[in-house]
């Protein structure tokens, strides 16, 4: 349901956003998505919210990987293969009110394993948000133990689709070879979107013609830049199309499962990061369109497109 690594269907996505903005308490004025896996989920959970409380003006910021401002608070993903993660103030007048006046905070993320991302994330916020009452950890599956959040500073609630539990047994013969994703450096990631902040529908606007009814289309975001994905193909399965979602990604994953076949590119940052796409099975498309935020892409992605689906390929 994530449309990250395997593609989905952008109805079935949009199911799980209203389930987890309908279970989620009507007073929260800011909601947070986590970069890079849960930016999608957490825009659409947003949209569901706002839709359901249209008395209210909530604001959306996701965390990212890139500096885009001076003003910014810092925290550690520290399971993560690039553990350092920014949040923006917005610098947007009104905006910056809405973010620094929050009393409750939702965070959403895709898969909540032990609480301590949240856990930071709430530390961070507490010095710069001196009106923080509550936070809401809002996920798809949440295997953290029932007192991830005992040292929260502030009290912390929790919404999810899936609640368990996770062992795992060591392999000390394992050695796993990880590229290096930490980044750095110079970046082409915009100061603007959803990283300084977007109000309830604030969309990205893309648009593609000549996508007839009944075809199959994939639409492809990079990296951090899903939201705008599931907002096209949206549109486009309203129209008939037999859309998908589907993003490129940093996270190194071994192909297991349904994952069938990894394909490796530059990213289109600038970074020099190594990018990863999964091809799954059952896969057939007429039509890929990649969206991309900072205007190009990697011609090693086009090429892979072609070659794992045929069909025409379309940057926007």
């Not at 996920?139 to 609640?163: E, G, I, Q």
């Not at 297991?256 to 990213?267: H, K, N, S, T």
Request: hydrophobic content about 40%; glycine content about 8%; aromatic content about 8%.
């Amino acid at each position: 349901m994530l449309g990250k690594h395997l593609p989905v269907r952008p109805n079935d996505m949009g199911v799980t956003y209203r389930l987890l903005a309908d279970a989620t308490a009507p007073d929260a004025t800011l909601v947070i998505g986590m970069a890079e896996t849960a930016t999608a989920l957490g825009r659409g959970v947003f949209e569901a919210y706002a839709a359901r409380h249209p008395d209210t003006r909530p604001l959306y910021v996701t965390s990212t990987r890139y500096r885009v401002t001076p003003d910014v608070l810092t925290f550690e993903e520290a399971h993560s293969h690039a553990t350092t993660q920014w949040l923006h103030v917005p610098t947007d007048p009104e905006k910056r009110g809405v973010f620094l006046d929050a009393r409750h905070v939702v965070i959403v993320d895709d898969e909540i394993s032990t609480g301590a991302t949240a856990l930071a994330l709430t530390r961070a916020l507490l010095p710069r948000l001196p009106r923080l009452e509550r936070v809401t950890v809002v996920s798809l599956k949440d295997f953290a133990p029932d007192d991830a959040y005992r040292a929260a500073p502030v009290p912390v609630t929790r919404t999810a689709l899936l609640r368990g539990t996770v062992e795992f047994a060591p392999e000390p013969s394992w050695r796993p070879e990880l590229p290096d994703v930490r980044g750095g450096g110079a970046h082409r990631a915009p100061a603007s979107g959803e990283r300084l902040g977007v109000w309830s529908g604030q969309a990205a606007g893309h648009d593609v013609a000549n996508v007839p009814p009944g075809s199959r289309v994939l639409v492809l975001g990079t990296g951090e830049y899903m939201s705008a994905a599931y907002d096209l193909a949206t549109r486009l399965e309203r129209g008939g199309a037999v859309a998908f979602v589907r993003a490129t990604t940093r996270s190194p994953i071994l192909p297991y499962g349904p994952l069938l076949e990894r394909a490796e590119f530059p990213d289109n940052y600038g970074e020099g990061i190594a990018n990863y796409l999964y091809r799954s099975d059952h896969e057939a498309y007429d039509h890929v369109i990649v969206l991309s935020e900072t205007g190009d892409v990697a011609s090693e992605l086009v090429r892979t497109l072609k070659r794992w689906y045929g069909g025409s390929v379309t940057c926007a």
